[in-house]
């Protein structure tokens, strides 16, 4: 009982002082919407913005919120939750880059957005599975980005992204089954 007295209390100390700030956020998926070729990766890029009438600065989005202490478990501050929709991720792993995995929130690091600031990230790069994609439209819908700011969560949605696998034109493998086959004659011709 006196565990719960404590919490509750807290919790009303903690809900008095967010009354006082008010978070306005917003963000969007730059290309949400590709046309790729079968082999190649895509990037899909966001912009997070922090409302010119927000009363917080959005910062340390690079943390984790550590809940260990009261026996909770920690978590991103900064994160996405995906759709129902696999279907992307079925057919792309995330490119982890020559350098190791550059995550979402690494991004963010030394990152302060004062009200009416915003701010350019790479939401994620994607490389085929198998190397290669079959033909065809392909979408995920992210339900939300998820931000924890001064304790809070606030959650908001965003428009699905699509990619569009089209195949090599035949025009390109003509142009480049000739080439070979020109290069090919011309290696077995003897000048004299």
């Known amino acids: 009982m006196k565990s719960f007295i404590i919490f509750f209390t ?45 009363t917080v600065t959005i ?37 982890i880059g020559p350098i190791g995995p550059m995550t979402l929130q690494s991004q963010f690091a030394g990152i302060q957005l004062l009200p009416g600031e915003s701010f350019h990230f790479e939401l994620m790069s994607l490389v085929p599975s198998e190397g290669i994609v079959t033909a065809g439209i392909y979408e995920e819908i992210f339900a939300n980005l998820s931000i924890n700011v001064d304790g809070s969560f606030s959650h908001l949605s ?14 390109l493998l003509l142009f480049i089954s000739a080439l070979l086959l020109g290069g090919v004659f011309s290696k077995g011709r003897k000048e004299f």
């Open 10 to 54: 807290a919790a009303l100390c903690f809900i008095s002082t967010q009354a006082n700030s008010a978070l306005i956020w917003d963000w969007t998926i730059v290309n949400p919407i590709q046309t790729v070729g079968s082999s190649d990766s895509v990037t899909f890029e966001a912009v997070i913005s922090n409302d010119l009438l927000s």
């Open 59 to 95: 910062q340390n989005l690079d943390e984790y919120v550590d809940n260990s202490a009261i026996g909770g478990i920690s978590f991103d501050r900064l994160s996405i939750l995906s759709g129902s929709s696999q279907e992307i991720f079925d057919l792309y792993d995330f490119d």
């Open 158 to 171: 965003s428009n699905p992204v699509q990619i569009t696998v089209v195949p090599l034109p035949p025009s």
